[in-house]
């Protein structure tokens, strides 16, 4: 092959989204390691007002997170098999997809209730039914069910949707198959005279910030790795356009964690204290707060908070105070050329030499060397337990 080639690789989202972004994310790190990569980005919502932005000439592979029906005969490869769709809703027959794996969104969703005792079970599903939410669905109720517990499920704004929720035995413990669904379940609830979260606790996928904190309460969410799916895709596109993956793939993405706020403060036993002290930290971290400042924001005896926390998530609130800061570091480190000492600043441990000595310890290597390690080809970047 020539080594002089460069590769024209067309990118197809509509940045509408966190996971479309998140996953963008990923491909840009990728491309920044490859010299022979020049990446066209076409949204086909913003470029149909704001002028196309296609390669004037046929691209070598193509990431698409969009039907490719979207762009013309004389943009798509000459080889068919040099393109990589990250929605399942889009694949193409013949073409290598990097997906998220929807059987571990809803085993981390399972998980997350059952270790706060629920026994009542249920699950928003899209309306359309598409497959994301089917699989979400039949992996979640296969999770869930068993000696005593119970099971229902029902589709987002069909008809007699907020009647099923009202007959939805109580305390339930409800997973929608995203955010939006999520919602407008929690809007349906507060219509209808049900309490979230000590009536119903909601829980989303995809951690859509803009729709998260803005819904009242607040809604706890599944974050799915997006931006490794990105970057997965577009090393495997890479391998496809230089010869050395000549089969079809299909790869699966797992989840980076689940994100604790409002709607989820609660368990099978009541108002959980340790859920509230979780949502203190999140929002408050990076300020220089103290545990008892953390356990205050549950109310009642911080004594009993502090090991009611400890018993919930098998680390004490200094501990968790630690790790919400350290994966804010992480998060700078990867998207930002931040001065390190800046980062500790930012990050709520004010001195650059402890932090770095904290991260070393943590991790095995330096901050510079993670940073380093988060943009090289095939190096895994350490991550919190």
């Keep these: 092959m020539n080594s002089n080639k460069t590769f024209n690789v067309l990118v197809l989202f ?35 007002y704001c002028g196309s932005v296609l390669p004037p000439q046929r691209a070598d592979g193509i990431i698409s997170g969009e039907s490719i029906s979207l762009l013309p ?15 399942g809703e889009n694949l193409r027959s013949g073409s290598s997809s990097v997906l998220c794996d929807h059987v571990e969104v809803s085993a981390a969703a399972a998980r997350f209730f059952l270790k706060r005792g629920f026994a009542h079970f ?36 069909e008809p007699g949707f907020a009647a099923w929720l009202k007959q939805l035995p109580k305390p339930c413990a409800v997973f929608a198959a995203n955010d939006r669904f999520a919602m407008t379940t929690s809007d349906h609830c507060r219509t209808i005279g049900i309490h979230v979260p000590d009536e119903i606790a909601i829980l989303g996928v995809d951690d859509e ?30 391998e496809i356009m230089r010869g050395t993956l000549r089969r079809t793939v299909h790869l699966q993405y ?5 994100v604790e706020r ?24 990076t300020a220089n707060i103290s545990t008892n400042d953390a356990a205050r924001a549950a109310g009642g005896d911080i004594a009993r908070i502090k090991r009611a926390y400890r ?18 570091v992480q998060r700078l480190l990867r998207r930002t050329q ?33 940073r380093k390690a988060a943009v090289r080809p095939d190096a895994p970047t350490p991550s919190l337990p």
């Excluded at 005969?73 to 929605?87: F, H, I, K, M």
């Excluded at 931040?338 to 000595?357: H, Q, S, V, W």
């Design 338 to 370: 931040m001065p390190i000492d800046g980062i500790a600043e930012m990050c709520g441990f004010g001195n650059g030499l402890y932090l770095k000595t904290l991260f070393r310890r943590r991790f095995g290597m330096t901050m510079r060397d993670y």
């Design 122 to 157: 249920a699950f928003v599903e899209s309306p359309k039914r598409e497959t994301f939410s089917r699989d979400r669905l039949d992996a979640f109720a296969a999770a869930v069910r068993g000696k005593g517990r119970t099971f229902s499920h029902a589709a987002v704004n």
């Design 73 to 87: 005969e004389s943009v798509l490869p000459g080889l068919r098999r040099a393109v990589v769709t990250v929605s």
């Design 311 to 328: 018993a919930t998530y098998g680390y004490s609130i200094c501990r968790g105070i630690q790790e919400t800061r350290l994966r804010e």
């Design 262 to 285: 409002a709607s989820t403060a609660v368990s099978a036993a009541g108002i959980s204290s340790p859920a509230a002290v979780e949502e203190f930290i999140r929002l408050h971290a």
């Design 14 to 48: 509509s940045q509408t989204t966190k996971a479309s972004n998140d996953a963008l994310a990923g491909i840009l790190r990728y491309a920044s390691t490859r010299g022979d990569w020049r990446l066209w980005l076409f949204d086909p919502l913003s470029d149909k």
């Design 209 to 238: 910030e803009m729709v998260c904190n803005f819904t009242s309460p607040t809604l706890s969410s599944i974050r799915p790795a997006f931006e490794l799916g990105g970057y997965t895709a577009a090393k495997t596109l890479d």
């Design 254 to 258: 797992g989840v980076d964690g689940i």
